[in-house]
Each structure stands twice: as structure tokens, then as C-alpha cells.
């Protein structure tokens, strides 16, 4: 820990958020309800590392879901039409959050005498008359009523509406390490800089774990995908879901292919290969899509934990929290996050347990 001294002149804030993504924004905003003053520090340009890069999925039950999580992966999709509303009416923006729901493909390992993993109920209609454009196939068919949205619209206007409610942004500035007075956070310093607060908490999601002091266990885990620009807008309404692939349709007409899992390291470059393989599967299932123009491919880092679970919760130093670890579920749990990790720092009970995630369970 460096040495950090208490200067009466320069601006303090009740809370530094580190890390601008959808995590990070999403708590700024309710604190600020709360009537805490808060600034959030960003390495680069908030909004455009993890959340930027997500698909948009909100799946909030299924083999991916560990248990630990379930309960707050269920909350949190219930809660979604509200947040998305308070976004759209605060920042004027868009977020295009679609409830058609999702067309789950699975080979029939995946199925029979597996009734628990929420693989969806037998389709109510045809698979022509729910999706013309999907190939045939002979695997079995589900329907899950999920949500989808745009990460990118998401962020932005979390980001909009953070900065209406008085929330302040120092972005393009690394924090380097929280700083701890007697025992008790008093701040961050930065490449640049310090700033001065009470109560730190780290949201810098796959860059969590390069903060002194009081970094994660977290690592960057790879997915790469891409976008493609469809022959017609309404060429599909669902979100689709196979085991090699999944599509979701934005409403302007674009669909997203994804995705992979990597252990890359901070790596971000796509791989050409992989992009035409995804594009290869994505054809398989919709065959429309062989002439759509490719219209951006990418590379995002979620932050992994080594249980698959998220950091929540205060650590051993009073003062400093932790946000961070979501993995794949960054963009489903914003709201519940937002929620639940205010009234900590509040001083007050959760609406839902906390145990599974606290910081303690990595000696901290």
C-alpha cells in the first residue's frame, strides 16, 4: 500500500465505483438514490469492455445457471421490464429489450431423463410456423420464455442516465490500487491520480484482479462473435440457441452469432477461423443468412471467478466491496446487483443471501 494523506481541499466523494460497464453503472445509479455521491473511474470508455461485447441473452435458468445463483438469476429477470423502462425514460434511449423468446436446440443427451436443466416446454406450434427461415432438424425442439436485449443500447443509456442523476466519470485512467488509512479504505490512486472516498468498490470486472490492495481472483475468459446484416428484418423473431451456435435478432434487422469460451488471457483479437465457423453455423440454421454481409466480428472478456460464481459483498477491510466475477451473466444480473450490493454499502440487510458470493470464500 503506498502512502496516501488526507488534503480538506480536494473533492471527496461517499463512494468510488471502479470499472464503467453495465455493473459498475448500474450500482452508481442506485446509490445515487440512496443520495450517496459517487464517482465511477474507468480505464478506458465506459460501457465498451465486457458489456460491449456481450450478446444480450437474459437466460436466468438452465445447465448453465449454477444453483448458487439461481436465485438471483430469477429475481433479476423479473425485474428487468422496470429497470429497462427507468433507462429508456431517464436517458431518451432505446435499449431494445425483445420478449419473443427463445427456440433451444439440443441434442437428445441433453434431454432425456435430464428434466431439471429448464431446457423449455414443447413447442406449442410448429417449427415452420414459429421460424420459416430455420433449417430442418432432427433434434429436439423447446421453447424457453426469455428475454433478450442490446448490451451496447443498455450501457449507453445506464451510462446516460448516471450522469443525469449527478453521478461523476473519470474514464481513460487505470486504477492502480485502493488506498487503506487505519485500517479502512480512503480511496483510489490511479495512473494519473488519486481520488478520495470512504467506501470503494471494485467493479472492473476481467481487470478486477490487477488492482492492489484488494484485487480478485477473477481472469479474463475469450468469446468471440459476430453480426451480421439480415436479408430482411423480419427474417427471425427468436432468439435461437444449439449446442455449437446461438442467433439473437436485434429489431433493426441485425443478428448476433456467438460465442466462444476461451482461456486467452487479455488477449482481444479475433481469430479468423473461429469468426467463419460461427458464421458456417450459424448458415446451418438459418440458410437465408449465406449471402447476409458480416458486419462486425469481436472479442470480449468476461471476468471468470474459480468457482463460477461472483464476488459480492465487503471484504475484510471496512470500506471495500467487491462487484465483480459475473462471467456470462453480467448483463442479466445488473439490476439484481445494483440492488442488493447498494443496501450493503448502505449498512443494510439484502433482499437476498449474499453468503455464496462474499469475498471470504478467497480469504479476503
Known sequence: MGAFFYNADVKTWDVIVIGGGIIGLSLSIELR??????????????????????????????????????PLATTSARMYPEFVHELQVESGMNVDLRAQGAIILRPPEHVDGRPNLALGNPLSASLVELEPSLADTNQPVSFLRERSVDPRALTAAALATAKRRGVDISSGDEVTEVNISQGRAL?????????????????????????LSHGFPTRPVKGQMLCLASPSRGLLQHVIRAPEVYL???????IIVGTTVEEAGFDKRTDVATIQRLHRAAISLIPALKDAKILEDWAGLRPGTPDALPILGETSTPGCYGATGHFRDGILLAPITARVMAQVIQGKKPDLDLTPFTPARFGD
Open 33 to 70: 438514490k440512496g443520495g450517496a455521491s459517487v464517482l465511477v473511474v474507468e480505464r478506458g470508455e465506459p460501457g465498451r469492455e465486457a458489456s460491449y461485447a456481450a450478446g444480450g441473452m437474459l437466460v436466468d435458468s438452465g445447465a448453465e445457471t449454477p444453483a448458487a445463483l439461481q
Open 248 to 254: 439473437i435478432p436485434r429489431s433493426d434487422g441485425r
Open 187 to 211: 480511496g483510489v490512486t490511479t495512473r494519473k491520480t488519486s481520488f478520495l472516498a470512504g467506501k470503494v468498490v471494485n467493479c472492473a470486472g476481467a481487470w478486477s484482479g490487477e488492482i
